[in-house]
């Protein structure tokens, strides 16, 4: 297979200000050193304040790369999870089944890790407010009244939106 060139965005967002850079540009040089990517172009944005934010900064790096092969490219796709990414070339990838075998399994596999990672938070989560029910019971409901409240506000929401699609 030919090459692969792609455009990667990665953004960081941290505190303090020069945490933001190194990490981004730590990044970058972890990315620059990965087994069939070559970095082609890079471009660093100035870091800024988060609007709304006292402490939180952010920045971003658009790359330009070179890619070995379709696998090195998905790998920088759960490797570094950009913000954005663009195939710029070739502009048709001819696969072979048990290449595109290989890509489907890795991608289901990392769907299965974010899953059993969410469900065991979930887990965790509602042992906690468990353990709180049973030893500090008017503290918890204190905790709760905010994500009940916004928990109404947004079935409210939903049901003024389901009311207005029925009217049109």
Do not use: W
């Not at 060139?5 to 050193?33: C, D, M, R, Y």
């Not at 913000?83 to 696969?95: A, Q, Y």
């Not at 468990?130 to 409901?141: D, F, G, S």
Request: hydrophobic fraction near 40%; glycine fraction near 4%; aromatic fraction near 4%.
């Amino acid at each position: 297979m030919e090459k692969i060139n792609a455009t990667v965005i990665l953004e960081i967002l941290g505190k303090p200000k020069e945490n933001v850079l190194n990490a981004l540009q730590g990044l970058i040089v972890k990315l620059g050193n990965e087994q069939g990517v070559k970095i082609i172009d890079q471009v660093v944005h100035p870091i800024i304040k988060v609007k709304d934010s006292k402490e939180l900064f952010t920045s971003f790096a658009e790359l330009t790369l070179e890619l070995d092969s379709l696998d090195y490219f998905f790998g920088i796709l759960f490797t570094y999870m950009p913000s954005h990414i663009e195939l710029i070339s070739p502009e048709r990838i001819n696969l072979r089944n048990d290449e595109l075998n290989i890509l489907a399994n890795k991608l289901a596999s990392r769907l299965h890790d974010y899953d059993a990672i969410a469900k065991r938070m979930i887990a965790e989560r509602n042992i906690l407010i468990q353990k709180l029910q049973e030893v500090a019971p008017l503290e918890l409901k204190k905790l709760m009244q905010p994500l009940q409240a916004q928990q109404e506000e947004k079935t409210d929401k939903q049901i003024s939106k389901k009311k207005k699609g029925k009217k049109k």
